[in-house]
């Protein structure tokens, strides 16, 4: 047995062990998120789009099953406090979001594995504070979500990109569309960056 060999052979130990020791279970899979995109808003004619920087930390988690660490399935729910940074109208909000929903994805079932998900968007929220006469919240969202990581064991690094459309924005005070209710869509376009510990239960 050559050099190279020798020096593959522990970690081929180890990966084997851990792919037999977790062939067909369920699993848990908490994450710390960051996050930075754009939220729109399209107001009624003639105010036309508005557009806002977003970003913030968050925190999320999967539970699901999953088949010799390959094929797992299952659901993602995300809880964010992200700013919005907004120029017409002006205003600059600390904003609560959550959102949830199924996700199917493959991972190679080694110590150092590449994973690859996608995931649908069932619900999900964003609340403002109120600040410059603005006080709204984006209800109803509903979109997707695909990722890609490399997981170290417990630990997965992981991008992900999201686009959220919310079909409902309550408006309980913004200036002149204070009390609306009617002709306004908003959506979410993001990427995350996350650290996550996924594991067997």
Do not use: C
């Amino acid at each position: 047995m050559n050099k190279f060999a020798l020096t593959l052979a522990p970690l081929m130990i180890a990966t084997s062990a851990f792919a037999l020791d977790n062939p067909t279970g369920l699993f848990v899979e908490p994450m710390i998120t960051y996050e930075v995109g754009e939220a729109r808003i399209a107001y009624p004619a003639p105010f036309g789009k508005s557009t806002g920087d977003t970003d913030g930390l968050g925190i999320g988690a999967r539970l699901g099953f999953h088949v010799w660490e390959t094929l797992f399935v299952g659901v993602d729910a995300r809880y964010a406090k992200l700013n919005i940074e907004n120029s017409t109208p002006k205003y600059s909000s600390d904003t609560t979001s959550y959102n949830y929903g199924p996700v199917i994805g493959l991972q190679l079932p080694t110590l150092f594995a590449l994973r690859v998900w996608a995931g649908y968007i069932l619900d999900g929220e964003i609340d403002f504070e109120r600040d410059n006469d603005v006080d709204l919240k984006l209800k109803d969202g509903e979109g997707y979500r695909v990722g890609v990581g490399v997981k170290l064991a417990l630990v997965s690094l992981n991008l992900e990109y999201q686009d959220i459309d919310y079909d409902k924005v309550n408006v309980a005070d913004a200036g002149i569309f204070s009390g609306s209710r009617t002709g306004l869509a908003a959506d979410n376009q993001s990427y995350v960056f996350s650290v996550s510990f996924p594991f067997s239960i």
